[in-house]
């Protein structure tokens, strides 16, 4: 069997498509949807992400408040930027752009984001509504993996998820979604981390696996099952002489093997990395929606 390719470039424009269409209904109304984006400092990683962010919005109609901080910016001066962004009718997402500098705790500047406003999904409150099930802003790269399946018609309900990697980020998160007893969830989901013994003892296992580990082609053709489906979260640089910039990027699973046993399989780059940034215009736009019946 050779997989289908989940085409998330695809999906995730289809998406932008769908929320243009949103705003420009919600514009007639008078409704602007507005994303408060804030950097410190000059990471080029972290610039080059802000900057597609920022682009991303302009694309689909979202007002975007871009504030490019320097990197000696206090602790004190964030979080009267953050609450002056909590207080503004004109911005319904606020993004701090991780990492921050070392001297500013990053943690008490994602705790002052109002949870109304919080479109990353990182704040505990929201948080802790995914977790009981309750309606909630959902962080965007695994609300992303969760459309990738939904939208490639992969029947979640029943299915086995396993899941390879327990950050906040990503693999708690998508667990979490995954075992909601919802139409988007109903899976029984196994983690796997660094302490799991023998991983290849449940990825053999797996239904559908997505792999949020980090590390690059971990996951090969001997640790999945015939019929798999596989959603490749993983982003990491490889050493390539032949490429323009030395390097390139792959993710967790050895694609071309494990192509050909799976039944559908994410590239990496233009899988799930497109529905990252998709998913927190999705948000914005739903804050906007929510603010205008306050
Ligand atoms: P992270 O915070 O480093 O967490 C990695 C997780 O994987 C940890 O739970 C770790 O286990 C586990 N792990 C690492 N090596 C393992 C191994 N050999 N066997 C089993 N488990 C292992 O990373 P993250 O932020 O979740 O990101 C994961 C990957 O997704 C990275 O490549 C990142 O670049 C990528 N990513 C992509 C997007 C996107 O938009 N496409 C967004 C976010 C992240 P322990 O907990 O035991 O240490």
Avoid: W
């Avoid at 929320?19 to 000059?42: H, N, Q, S």
């Avoid at 900057?51 to 109609?61: L, V, W």
């Amino acid at each position: 069997m050779t997989a289908k390719i989940i085409d998330g470039k695809a999906i995730a424009e289809q998406m932008r498509l769908e929320l243009k269409d949103e705003i420009a209904i919600l514009r007639d109304k008078g409704i602007v949807p507005g994303l408060g984006v804030i950097l410190v400092g000059e990471d080029p990683a972290s610039v080059s992400y802000v900057s597609s962010k920022e682009k991303a919005c302009r694309d689909i109609g979202i007002f975007s408040d871009d504030n490019r901080l320097p990197a000696d910016t206090s602790e004190q001066e964030l979080l009267a930027l953050v609450d002056r962004m909590n207080k503004d009718p004109k911005i319904h997402g606020i993004l701090v752009q991780l990492p921050l500098p070392k001297h500013i705790d990053e943690n008490k500047v994602l705790l002052a984001i109002s949870p109304e406003k919080d479109v990353d999904g990182f704040h505990p409150i929201n948080v802790g509504k995914m977790v009981v099930g309750e309606d909630a802003f959902l962080p965007c790269t695994p609300h992303g993996v969760i459309q990738l399946l939904l939208r490639s018609k992969v029947k979640i309900s029943g299915a086995h998820v396993v899941v390879v990697g327990r950050s906040n980020i990503v693999g708690k998160p998508v667990a979490n979604m995954l075992v909601q007893k919802k139409d988007t969830g109903n899976a029984t989901v196994t983690i796997c981390h660094t302490r799991t013994q023998d991983i290849s003892y449940f990825t053999k296992q797996a239904d559908i696996l997505i792999a949020a580990a980090g590390k690059p082609n971990m996951i090969t053709a001997d640790m999945v099952k015939d019929g798999v489906v596989v959603i490749d979260v993983g982003v990491n640089r490889v050493d390539d002489p032949t490429a323009k910039k030395g390097y390139r990027l792959v993710g967790d699973v050895d694609f071309d093997a494990v192509k050909e046993k799976a039944s559908l399989i994410t590239p990496v780059p233009g899988g799930v990395g497109p529905m990252t940034i998709t998913m927190l215009l999705y948000n914005t736009v739903r804050s906007a929606v929510i603010h205008s019946v306050l």
